[in-house]
């Protein structure tokens, strides 16, 4: 199988750099070819490097609580960047406070996300998703 | 006596020196004019007669020699995004000395083949994508780039899954192809030495007799490589020492010339503190940049443009209609020297502002970012604020009165977030002998690097 490449990295001005580390391992592992930027990273960034390695995907992970703001037009900059189509996930603690789950999903899918994940999630359920999109292996 | 004969075909002037290897000592060095119109060998054998009038009839054991002259390595390069690919691209041909006139980033039109076409670079450097990456685009660059009409050799050094096909699309009589490694394999992972390395070779193989700069074969043959090359191969060795010498450590250099401004960095450029972020493009250890549309006569209107009329006339002192007016003057006479207080005030700024710009370009910038656990700071590019040592080259820099006065004003009132260096010392080579050093390195390490220790600056002396 052809290995997928998909960019990873925390949005924003968050530093939380371990558990980026943890889905490095996790979506390497899964075998996927994961191209990491780490923490602090621009909207600018991600879509410059999913276009350099020719990227399926972008995982966004954020995890201060500022995520709602860090992610807004990042659907929209990725299609003037040429990626049209590209598949935008989020996780984390992505929104300030305790909101129920459905609104913010509803929300982040309304600003391009084809996947949202809540806080808690496992990095098996974003691999498995992974793979039913980019794949089409379904669980 | 083993006497070595180095030799720089400058643009303007070709310049020799000879140098005595047993007693690690420059004999004598003499200029003339670069005659590229008839033949280099004219402007050198009248160089080389003042030299014997200085040494006698002197047998030299080993001619070694680099060129800038007939517009020295002229090459344009294309990348994929503006600040990955294509700038690998730009700092693996600044770092090989060349003269990058144009940088292309995403798909090339045909007006951008026409701008090639008139250009008619020396070598054309095709990049794109990581290993694995973007292909499509290098694909598409290499389909326009096959029908360009003026001839050039084209390195390829992109996405190592499209180099064998942008091969096949190029390669012909009049664009022999040369793939080599990625310049960025990895995301940010810069890997130029490959790319460097096969453009020195078209280079020695193709561009110097190209040139046409001499029938005496001999005198072409001696060309090893371009003179920028040579000046950063030769820092390079000051910096990092020998087995036998210590080197000097991390050092800068800037040569502010007439038309253009090259700044030299041989520095890690990490960040000083485990607060700081890196990210971008990591920059190479040994990193050269060139200011265009920085100089003191040519290029004169690019400072005032960079660093605004109001800071020329803060430092020079001189009110802005006196500062227009000795700006127009240079303008029509590029060998205008300062010949007054208020002229030498006037240089003075332009100098000062030079090295300012061009320090601020070539550094690294850091951005201040607050979070809910307060500020965080991410950087681009090099941390130099370190570097203690700035070797300073080229006719404003050198026959200044107080070229440390230059340095320290070009260094004041820049912003915090402008990785240049703090407190910087003004080392002088005022024999402009760091090109002749570097030819000599690839010959006599030990004798390069203990004679740039006697020669330049004098304070470099004190670093032993």
């Known amino acids: 199988m052809e290995k997928k490449t998909i960019v990873i990295g925390v949005i924003g001005a968050d530093v939380h750099a371990v558990g980026n580390q943890i889905l490095y391992y996790a979506f390497s592992e899964a075998g996927f070819n994961v191209v990491n930027l780490g923490v602090m990273v621009s909207q600018e960034e991600y879509i410059?490097?999913?276009?350099?390695?020719?990227?399926?995907?972008?995982?966004?992970?954020?995890?201060?609580g500022h995520g709602e703001l860090d992610c807004q037009g990042l659907r929209e900059k990725c299609d003037e960047a040429g990626l049209e189509g590209i598949l935008l996930y989020v996780g984390g603690n992505i929104v300030v406070g305790k909101q129920p789950f459905e609104d913010v999903e509803k929300r982040f899918k309304a600003m391009g996300f084809d996947r949202v994940f809540g806080p808690g999630t496992a990095p098996e359920t974003t691999i498995d998703a992974l793979k039913e999109d980019l794949l089409g292996i379904k669980k | 006596m083993q006497v070595v004969l180095l030799i720089d075909f400058g643009s303007t002037f070709t310049k020799l020196t000879a140098v005595d290897l047993e007693e690690r000592r420059i004999l004598a060095a003499a200029q003339s004019f670069t005659t590229v119109e008839s033949d280099v060998m004219q402007g050198f054998n009248h160089a080389l007669e003042k030299l014997h009038e200085q040494l006698g009839n002197m047998q030299f054991i080993k001619r070694l020699a680099c060129s800038s002259a007939a517009g020295g390595l002229r090459m344009v390069a294309s990348g994929l995004v503006p600040s990955l690919t294509a700038k690998a691209a730009k700092l693996a041909a600044f770092g090989a000395g060349a003269k990058v006139i144009k940088t292309f980033s995403y798909e090339l039109t045909e007006e951008d083949i026409a701008a090639i076409d008139d250009i008619a670079p020396d070598i054309f450097l095709l990049t794109g994508g990581t290993d694995g990456g973007n292909f499509k685009v290098i694909q598409h660059n290499a389909e326009l780039i096959s029908t360009a009409k003026k001839p050039f050799p084209v390195v390829i050094a992109g996405n190592r899954s499209a180099a064998k096909k942008c091969e096949e699309i190029i390669s012909s009589d009049i664009h022999p192809t040369y793939i080599t490694e990625n310049v960025m394999p990895e995301l940010n992972r810069l890997n130029i030495a490959p790319a460097q390395a096969v453009i020195r070779e078209i280079f020695l193989d193709r561009i110097v007799s190209a040139k046409g700069l001499s029938h005496e074969k001999a005198l072409i043959e001696g060309i090893i490589m371009p003179t920028p090359a040579s000046v950063l191969a030769a820092l390079s060795l000051l910096s990092k020492g020998t087995e036998k010498t210590k080197g000097i450590g991390e050092i800068m250099c800037v040569d502010l010339g007439?038309?253009?401004?090259?700044?030299?960095?041989?520095?890690?450029?990490?960040?000083?503190?485990?607060?700081?972020?890196?990210s971008g493009l990591r920059e190479p250890f040994e990193k050269r940049s060139v200011e265009g549309d920085i100089g003191m006569r040519y290029s004169a209107k690019g400072i005032v443009d960079a660093a605004g009329m109001e800071e020329i006339v803060n430092i020079s002192g001189l009110s802005s209609e006196e500062a227009e007016s000795y700006l127009c003057e240079i303008s029509h006479d590029k060998s205008r020297l300062p010949s007054d207080d208020s002229t030498k005030a006037m240089d003075f700024a332009l100098a000062a502002l030079a090295v300012r710009t061009a320090l601020i370009r070539h550094a690294g910038e850091l951005e201040r970012i607050y979070t809910p656990s307060g500020a965080v700071y991410k950087q681009q590019g090099k941390d130099l604020t370190g570097i203690d040592k700035i070797i300073l080259t080229g006719g404003a820099l050198v026959h200044s009165d107080n070229p440390q006065a230059i340095l320290d004003t070009a260094i004041s009132n820049i912003d915090e977030s402008n990785l240049v260096p703090r407190n910087p010392k003004a080392i002088l080579d005022s024999g402009y002998i760091l090109s002749a050093m570097g030819l000599l390195s690839t010959y006599d390490e030990e004798s390069a690097i203990n004679i740039m220790k006697q020669y330049i600056g004098g304070h470099v002396d004190g670093a032993n």
């Open chain 1, 48 to 64: 410059e490097a999913a276009i350099e390695s020719n990227a399926e995907a972008i995982v966004v992970s954020s995890l201060y």
């Open chain 2, 258 to 278: 007439g038309a253009t401004t090259d700044v030299y960095s041989i520095a890690k450029g990490y960040p000083l503190n485990s607060s700081v972020m890196l």
